[in-house]
């Protein structure tokens, strides 16, 4: 069973940045696309962004796409996902999700994307943006 962990969550004033990161040990890691998802109290989990096995890919929710920025150190096996300009609405629980099959396909599009299309999840670093 491979295992995700997850890092980089915290506390952090409105306008703040965090930098969360997904990482494991197993080698198989490095060919997952890999997505973050994130879950506040009393809403459905949200798929926010994804990045392909090998880092050439990378997909954003619409509505955060000019706030986040997702990459990968497939040498050191983590991937980053970088959040700016972070909001109170922002506060949630971020997931990362490990993905054995090919996500980025041409014959539909990312936003489609649901956690059953994940094979490997983390235990969650919450994330809290407030004043």
């Known amino acids: 069973q491979v295992q995700l962990v997850e890092s980089g969550g915290g506390l952090v004033q409105p306008g703040g940045s965090l930098r969360l990161s997904c990482t494991s040990s197993d080698p198989t890691f490095k060919t997952f696309d890999v997505g973050w998802f994130r879950q506040a109290p009393g809403k459905e989990r949200e798929f926010i962004a994804a990045?392909?096995?090998?880092?050439?890919?990378?997909y954003y929710l619409e509505t955060m796409k000019d706030r986040l920025i997702i990459d990968r150190d497939n040498a050191r096996n983590i991937v980053y996902l970088r959040m700016n300009s972070l909001k109170p609405e922002d506060t949630a629980i971020y997931y990362c999700?490990?993905?054995?099959?090919?996500?980025?396909?041409?014959?539909?599009?990312?936003?489609?994307?649901?956690?059953?299309?994940?094979?490997?999840w983390g235990q969650g670093t919450q994330v809290t943006v407030s004043s």
């Open positions: 990045i392909r096995g090998d880092g050439a890919f990378a």
């Open positions: 999700a490990g993905a054995s099959r090919n996500l980025f396909r041409a014959d539909r599009p990312m936003s489609a994307t649901s956690s059953d299309d994940f094979d490997y």
